[in-house]
């Protein structure tokens, strides 16, 4: 998303001042995003869903033992508190209704009841070890999570050496799946957006471009550093 990424039209064919466009760009920029963060969010959890149910069908990992007490345990691998705390709530409030609407899955002709084991990564790379690990000692089928790229790196070796299938709802970072064929997501890719954000600005006649990013964060310098990318190639000037 473009949450660390701000941008100002400085001249325009029709003459209009540079802050009556700032004031445009913002807007078209804030209603885009708005129906696009609304419309991913129902999109992912609704796949990130159905692709739970179909490894459970699948048995990824040994489906008479994950599936012998007559329960599909899906692992939720996602922070409640440090710094992306906020959203990984936000994610969990989502798979939680997700279950509520769908707290079954038939399998082979029968019946099995999906349980959620919530596992908080705590917004940290050493945390996110420890949670994988409990969610993989938990037996869980399936893992959903998690917001925030790098903790998701972090545990993704552990999930492909475990044979547990893991599936990112929101995070962007393009390391997470990289040559992991245990770890799969549902949204699009840093690179991808980077560059439709950067195609937008410019086919709206923006030409120079101020970027801010937060350090120390992998998607926002990561995003802006595809976005910056991208603009300069289509003949934009960027300012960092």
Known sequence: ??????????????GRSEYENALEAKKRFDNVIANVKEMKKIFALLLALAMVFSLCACGAKGPEKLLSSGV?????????????????????????????????????????KVVLDIQDNQSSTDKAVSAAQQL??????????????????????????????????????????????????????????GTVLANYAYDNGMRKAYCLSKLGDDYSVGLVNYFVEAFKALGGEVVE
């Open 72 to 112: 599909v345990k899906v692992g939720v691998f996602e922070p409640q508190s440090g710094d992306n705390g906020a959203g990984g709530k936000q994610e969990v409030i989502g798979i939680q209704y997700a279950n509520s609407i769908r707290p079954t899955v038939t399998i082979d002709g029968k019946e099995y």
């Open 1 to 14: 998303m473009i949450k660390h990424i701000v941008m100002f039209k400085l001249k325009d064919a029709d």
């Open 136 to 193: 993989i000692a938990d037996k869980c089928a399936v893992v959903l999570g998690s917001y925030g790229s790098g903790v998701s790196i972090a545990a993704g070796s552990y999930f492909r050496d475990a044979k547990v299938p893991a599936i990112g709802i929101s995070c962007t970072n393009a390391a997470v799946t990289a040559g992991n064929d245990f770890y799969f997501r549902t949204c699009f890719l840093d690179p991808f957006q």
